[in-house]
């Protein structure tokens, strides 16, 4: 496993950002090899702590839209990115969800709490936002329109 750490300062506060998040949260529900991210907060200091199946997989992560309508947003600057390996036997004996299972079991998303495919709600065909919807209102502040890339 690798985690990742990005944080950054918001001029957007919380309450204006509550609904782009969300939809960012359930869009990093279809990431490959995401397998968790806490998010994070310190007055205007805001991110996440990623764990991914692989570097590999983070390095894609980092380098695909999502990311990309993030770090373009004017509301948010002073971006730090670190990267970690996991201890995974460590983890797993101290209790993290996600590697809390035996050798070789799928892990169930909702007991495990990691991210997954819904199945407790039916959700409309083409219901989701995309990234650019996403990182269009994710910039309540700037006052610049984001622009398809």
């Known amino acids: 496993m690798h985690s990742v750490l990005i944080t950054f300062q918001s001029a957007a506060s919380t309450d204006e950002l509550a609904d782009p998040f969300r939809e960012y949260a359930e869009a990093l529900r279809s990431v490959p090899g995401l397998i968790s991210k806490t998010w994070i907060k310190d007055g205007n200091t805001l991110g996440g702590f990623h764990v991914f199946e692989s570097r590999a997989e983070a390095d894609t992560y980092l380098g695909g839209a999502m990311v990309a309508g993030l770090t373009s947003n004017p509301a948010f600057t002073d971006f730090s990115i670190d990267h970690f390996d996991v201890f995974d036997e460590l983890s797993r004996i101290s209790g993290t969800p996600q590697r809390a299972l035996t050798a070789g079991e799928k892990p169930r998303a909702r007991e495990a709490g990691c991210r997954g495919p819904r199945t407790d709600v039916?959700?409309?065909?083409?219901?989701?936002?995309t990234?650019?919807?996403i990182a269009r209102q994710a910039a309540p502040l700037?006052?610049?329109p984001v622009t398809e890339g």
């Open 131 to 133: 990234v650019s919807d």
């Open 122 to 129: 039916d959700e409309p065909q083409g219901s989701r936002s």
């Open 142 to 144: 700037s006052g610049t």
